[in-house]
């Protein structure tokens, strides 16, 4: 279904080092992924975004990596900076809902100056 | 250029009463969603708009109604409000409906119901 969890997973990792945050998707029709930050206070801002078509994409300091055999995602970011600590969601398009996204539960991001 | 702009930035009300909340989307974007944020989870879908019709509803009841104008703002209203409509409510914006388009948020209005 939709629902989410109330209780998200943390990521806490020290400046400079990589993170890696993993999302489980739910329906195999989705065709469409998109990662977003939201800081506190404010709605979420777009990462990075991957078609079903695709396994892999970078952006700048950012990957995404699609697996659809198991349903999963993932960020990984380079040398992460203070300035990415938020929560992460992904969040996927199911084919033919037209714009209509479903959001994962979310993981918060700690980074340890 | 602007990003998606919600009005207004918070709200408080009382159950029972109605609330209208405007989203104006970014310069040239002609599809409009919203989304209700409950504290701790991520976005649910509301309603998406092209081109001033409906073209998309999630699981809300009919207290939940929107509407685009034809310069692609929109309107989200509520009527009779329960304490559970209690959230972050957000608008957001792509250039046209599809697949494959990414969808930009605005900073959202924070509804409180007492």
């Known amino acids: 279904g939709e629902s989410v969890g109330l209780h998200l997973p943390t990521l806490s990792v020290q400046e400079g080092d990589n993170s890696i945050i993993n999302c489980a998707y739910s329906n195999s029709a989705s065709d469409y992924f998109i990662w977003y930050k939201q800081e506190s206070g404010k709605g979420p801002q777009f990462i990075i975004d991957i078609r079903s078509n695709m396994d892999k994409r970078q952006g700048q300091r950012v990957t995404v990596l699609l697996n659809k055999t198991v349903k999963h995602l993932s960020l990984q970011i380079v040398a992460t900076q203070p300035g990415d600590s938020a929560v992460y969601f992904c969040a996927e398009n199911i084919g033919g809902y037209g714009n209509k996204l479903v959001f994962g539960a979310g993981t918060i991001l700690r980074v340890k100056s | 250029d602007a990003g998606v702009t919600q009005s207004p930035t918070h709200l408080i009300k009382t159950r029972g009463q109605q609330v209208t909340l405007r989203c104006s989307p970014i310069s040239g974007h002609k599809s409009v969603s919203w989304y209700q944020q409950v504290l701790g989870q991520g976005p649910q879908f509301i309603f998406q708009y092209y081109e001033k019709e409906e073209r998309g509803r999630g699981n809300f009841p009919d207290r939940f109604s929107a509407r685009q104008f034809p310069n692609y703002s929109s309107e989200l209203n509520v009527n009779a409000l329960l304490l559970g409509d209690s959230a972050l409510y957000l608008c957001?914006?792509?250039?046209?409906?599809?697949?494959?388009?990414?969808?930009?948020f605005g900073d959202g209005t924070r509804l409180s119901i007492l």
């Open positions: 957001a914006s792509s250039l046209v409906q599809g697949v494959g388009q990414p969808q930009h």
